[in-house]
C-alpha cells in the first residue's frame, strides 16, 4: 500500500524534531561562526619559517583539546561499560599526551603562550559526560567526541596545507594521526549515530567567544603536564620525520611521544 504524503512529512517532521532535542541534550557544539579576518596575519618570524595567526592559533586549540579529552579518556577507562569503550579512552589518554609533549616544546621556541584550563565549553563537555552513568554515559561520551573529531579534521587538514612553519606542520602531522586513530577506535564502539553527529556538526550556531576560548594562564601559575603513561601499550599516530636542526634540540617522534599521558601535574611556572 502507498505511503501518504501526510504520512511522509509526519516521519521527516518526527526525524528532525529527534535531532534536534538530541543535540540541545549537549552543550553548543559549533564554535564562533564567524572566523577573524587576521588569521593569515604574520605574528612572528622565527628560524622555523613564519607564525601567522592560524598557527598560533591551533598550536593552543591542540593544548587545549588534551586538557579536556584527557580527563574524558579517564572516565572512559575507568566507566566505560564496554571493552572498546575503555580502549578508545586509551587511546584518548595516550594520544593527546602525546600531542602535550610537543606542543610544550614547540611553544617557547614559537613564542606561543599555553593555556592551563580547556574553554568552559569543553570544561562543560567533560561535566555533560561525567554526570552520565551505564550505556548512557558510553553514548554521550562518543556523540560528544565524534562530533569535535569531525569538526576539527578538517582544520588539521587545513593548517597542514597552508603553514610555513615547519614545527606547526610537524604538530599537523600528529595531530591527523591522533585525530584519525580516535576518530577509528570512537567507531568501534558502535554508538557513533551517523546522521545524529552529522546533524551536530552542521547545526548553525554561534558562541560566545569566551565560550570556546581556553583562558590564558596567571603570571606564575604553574604548567600543568599531561603525563605519560608508559603502562598504556597504545600507538595513536605514525612516525614523525625528525625537526630540522637548529640551536634547539627536536621534539620527541610520534612514537617515543604518543606513550605520554596527561595528568594535572604541576611543571615550571607559565611566564
Given at each position: 500500500?502507498?505511503?501518504?504524503?501526510?504520512?511522509?512529512?509526519?516521519?521527516?517532521?518526527?526525524?528532525?524534531?529527534?535531532?534536534?532535542?538530541?543535540?540541545?541534550?549537549?552543550?553548543?557544539?559549533?564554535?564562533?561562526?564567524?572566523?577573524?579576518?587576521?588569521?593569515?596575519?604574520?605574528?612572528?618570524?622565527?628560524?622555523?619559517?613564519?607564525?601567522?595567526?592560524?598557527?598560533?592559533?591551533?598550536?593552543?586549540?591542540?593544548?587545549?583539546?588534551?586538557?579536556?579529552?584527557?580527563?574524558?579518556?579517564?572516565?572512559?577507562?575507568?566507566?566505560?561499560?564496554?571493552?572498546?569503550?575503555?580502549?578508545?579512552?586509551?587511546?584518548?589518554?595516550?594520544?593527546?599526551?602525546?600531542?602535550?609533549?610537543?606542543?610544550?616544546?614547540?611553544?617557547?621556541?614559537?613564542?606561543?603562550?599555553?593555556?592551563?584550563?580547556?574553554?568552559?565549553?569543553?570544561?562543560?563537555?567533560?561535566?555533560?559526560?561525567?554526570?552520565?552513568?551505564?550505556?548512557?554515559?558510553?553514548?554521550?561520551?562518543?556523540?560528544?567526541?565524534?562530533?569535535?573529531?569531525?569538526?576539527?579534521?578538517?582544520?588539521?587538514?587545513?593548517?597542514?596545507?597552508?603553514?610555513?612553519?615547519?614545527?606547526?606542520?610537524?604538530?599537523?602531522?600528529?595531530?591527523?594521526?591522533?585525530?584519525?586513530?580516535?576518530?577509528?577506535?570512537?567507531?568501534?564502539?558502535?554508538?557513533v549515530d551517523y546522521?545524529?553527529?552529522?546533524?551536530?556538526?552542521?547545526?548553525?550556531?554561534?558562541?560566545?567567544?569566551?565560550?570556546?576560548?581556553?583562558?590564558p594562564p596567571q603570571?606564575?601559575e604553574p604548567m600543568?603536564?599531561?603525563?605519560?603513561?608508559?603502562?598504556?601499550?597504545?600507538?595513536?599516530?605514525?612516525?614523525?620525520?625528525?625537526?630540522?636542526?637548529?640551536?634547539?634540540?627536536?621534539?620527541?617522534?610520534?612514537?617515543?611521544?604518543?606513550?605520554?599521558?596527561?595528568?594535572?601535574?604541576?611543571?615550571?611556572?607559565?611566564?
Open positions: 500500500m502507498p505511503v501518504s504524503r501526510n504520512r511522509i512529512g509526519a516521519l521527516v517532521l518526527f526525524g528532525v524534531m529527534s535531532l534536534t532535542l538530541t543535540a540541545l541534550a549537549f552543550p553548543a557544539m559549533v564554535g564562533l561562526e564567524d572566523k577573524p579576518d587576521d588569521q593569515a596575519r604574520v605574528v612572528a618570524a622565527t628560524q622555523w619559517g613564519p607564525l601567522t595567526e592560524a598557527d598560533r592559533d591551533f598550536v593552543v586549540k591542540v593544548r587545549s583539546a588534551g586538557l579536556w579529552e584527557y580527563p574524558l579518556g579517564e572516565l572512559a577507562m575507568a566507566r566505560g561499560s564496554s571493552a572498546e569503550m575503555k580502549e578508545a579512552g586509551e587511546h584518548l589518554v595516550v594520544g593527546h599526551a602525546g600531542l602535550d609533549v610537543m606542543c610544550r616544546d614547540i611553544a617557547p621556541k614559537l613564542g606561543i603562550t599555553l593555556p592551563n584550563r580547556a574553554s568552559p565549553q569543553q570544561r562543560e563537555f567533560v561535566e555533560t559526560v561525567e554526570s552520565k552513568s551505564g550505556k548512557e554515559f558510553d553514548v554521550t561520551a562518543v556523540t560528544i567526541m565524534r562530533v569535535t573529531h569531525g569538526q576539527i579534521f578538517p582544520a588539521i587538514a587545513n593548517i597542514r596545507a597552508s603553514t610555513k612553519n615547519t614545527l606547526v606542520r610537524q604538530l599537523a602531522d600528529l595531530a591527523n594521526d591522533t585525530v584519525l586513530d580516535h576518530i577509528t577506535v570512537l567507531e568501534k564502539t558502535s554508538l546522521d545524529e553527529v552529522s546533524f551536530m556538526q552542521t547545526a548553525p550556531a554561534k558562541n560566545r567567544r569566551d565560550y570556546v576560548t581556553p583562558p603570571p606564575g600543568v603536564v599531561l603525563t605519560p603513561r608508559p603502562d598504556l601499550d597504545v600507538n595513536t599516530g605514525g612516525p614523525t620525520p625528525p625537526l630540522p636542526s637548529a640551536t634547539s634540540s627536536p621534539p620527541p617522534s610520534a612514537s617515543s611521544s604518543a606513550g605520554a599521558s596527561p595528568s594535572a601535574t604541576p611543571s615550571a611556572p607559565v611566564g
